[in-house]
């Protein structure tokens, strides 16, 4: 049996900002998913087509789930799976929105509550991450000082499933960082039609599911996994769920619609299997 191991405390601040970070998340999620066909009334941006439009907003809840488990973790070990990958999507959407900003309900004659959703949008993600960045160095600057306890035997994850998430990983972020780079090359290889600007949208936040994934597989531990558990199945059952609702905006049975279901099946595959063990008397006992 392994000794308990001790858990850094979450700082309130950073607790708190993962719950408002949640918040902005599903408002986001439930226009997109909800309402795909109000964007250019409701929305900082118009996206078409819809299938875009749930993709996104299934993306966005997906990523509440994230963020509202980190802010219930019990110690900073679990929340930083949560931490790191909001921080490197909003970053780069934030970059995205600026690269695009034309194409964004900035002017007159726009619908009014559009202009307030970009007024908002641009807010957010111009503060989340420099917040994330201050209340981090707080974190870490709470950890107490001296060599931490070492448990032996923790519970890790299984070698198989280490490198299913590795594969996604790989997958998520390079495909991610050629549709922010060469948008419309890397759109020929996506299952329905992007714009440059839904290309890059949708390449930051593959970004930040690879980077969720490749956090699972790095961090080994069936007792923090389960925040990475959570957003993957969450994130494919919506995604199953916009299939069924827009699913004929895919070129079936092309290549890149085939390519797309798969790996939506690896990562249920990895999300199903970590969540299971994450909930197994191994995890939650800490022994191995």
Same mark, same amino acid.
């Given at each position: 049996?392994?000794?308990?191991?001790?858990?850094?405390?979450?700082?309130?601040?950073?607790?708190?900002?993962?719950?408002?970070?949640?918040?902005? @998340?599903?408002?986001?999620?439930? @226009?997109?998913?909800?309402?795909?066909?109000?964007?250019?009334?409701?929305? %900082?941006?118009?996206?078409?087509? #819809?299938?875009?439009?749930?993709?996104?907003?299934?993306?966005?809840?997906? %990523?509440?789930?994230?963020?509202?488990?980190?802010?219930?973790?019990?110690?900073?070990?679990?929340?930083?799976?949560?931490?790191?990958?909001?921080?490197?999507?909003?970053? =780069?959407?934030?970059?995205?929105?600026?690269?695009?900003?034309?194409?964004?309900?900035?002017?007159?004659?726009?619908?009014?509550?559009?202009?307030? %959703?970009?007024?908002? &949008?641009?807010?957010?993600? /111009? @503060?989340?991450?420099?917040?994330?960045?201050?209340?981090? &160095?707080?974190?870490?600057?709470? =950890?107490?000082?001296?060599?931490? #306890?070492?448990?032996?035997?923790?519970?890790?994850? #299984?070698?198989?499933? $280490?490198?299913?998430?590795?594969?996604?990983?790989?997958?998520?972020?390079?495909?991610?960082?050629? =549709?922010?780079?060469?948008?419309?090359?890397?759109?020929?290889?996506? #299952?329905?039609?992007?714009?440059?600007?839904?290309? $890059?949208?949708?390449?930051? &936040?593959?970004?930040?599911?690879?980077?969720?994934?490749?956090?699972?597989?790095?961090?080994?531990?069936?007792?923090? @996994?389960?925040?990475?558990?959570?957003?993957?199945?969450?994130?494919?059952?919506?995604? %199953?769920?916009?299939?069924?609702?827009?699913?004929?905006?895919?070129?079936?049975?092309? /290549?890149?619609?085939?390519?797309?279901?798969?790996?939506? =099946?690896?990562?249920?595959?990895?999300?199903?299997?970590?969540?299971?063990?994450?909930?197994?008397?191994?995890?939650?006992?800490?022994? /191995?």
């Amino acid at each position: 049996m392994s000794a308990p191991t001790e858990l850094t405390p979450l700082i309130a601040p950073m607790r708190w900002l993962l719950y408002v970070a949640a918040f902005l @998340v599903f408002l986001a999620g439930l @226009v997109l998913f909800v309402f795909p066909l109000r964007t250019a009334d409701w929305f %900082a941006w118009t996206v078409n087509p #819809p299938m875009t439009a749930v993709f996104l907003g299934a993306a966005y809840w997906s %990523a509440a789930g994230l963020e509202v488990t980190g802010a219930r973790s019990a110690g900073w070990e679990s929340a930083r799976l949560a931490v790191w990958p909001v921080f490197v999507f909003t970053t =780069l959407t934030l970059g995205v929105t600026l690269l695009h900003l034309d194409r964004f309900h900035l002017w007159p004659g726009n619908a009014v509550l559009a202009q307030v %959703a970009t007024w908002a &949008w641009l807010a957010i993600y /111009a @503060v989340v991450p420099v917040a994330m960045v201050v209340i981090s &160095w707080m974190q870490l600057r709470s =950890l107490r000082p001296g060599p931490r #306890p070492v448990t032996v035997g923790r519970p890790v994850l #299984p070698l198989a499933l $280490r490198m299913l998430l590795t594969g996604i990983a790989g997958v998520l972020l390079l495909y991610g960082i050629a =549709l922010l780079a060469a948008p419309v090359q890397a759109a020929t290889w996506w #299952p329905w039609q992007l714009s440059e600007l839904t290309a $890059r949208a949708i390449g930051a &936040w593959l970004i930040g599911l690879g980077w969720v994934a490749a956090q699972g597989q790095s961090g080994r531990d069936l007792r923090t @996994v389960r925040p990475v558990a959570l957003t993957s199945v969450a994130f494919v059952i919506l995604q %199953a769920l916009a299939l069924l609702r827009y699913g004929s905006a895919l070129t079936w049975p092309s /290549a890149p619609a085939i390519g797309f279901v798969t790996v939506l =099946l690896a990562i249920g595959v990895a999300g199903g299997w970590a969540l299971a063990l994450s909930r197994s008397p191994v995890a939650r006992t800490g022994t /191995a």
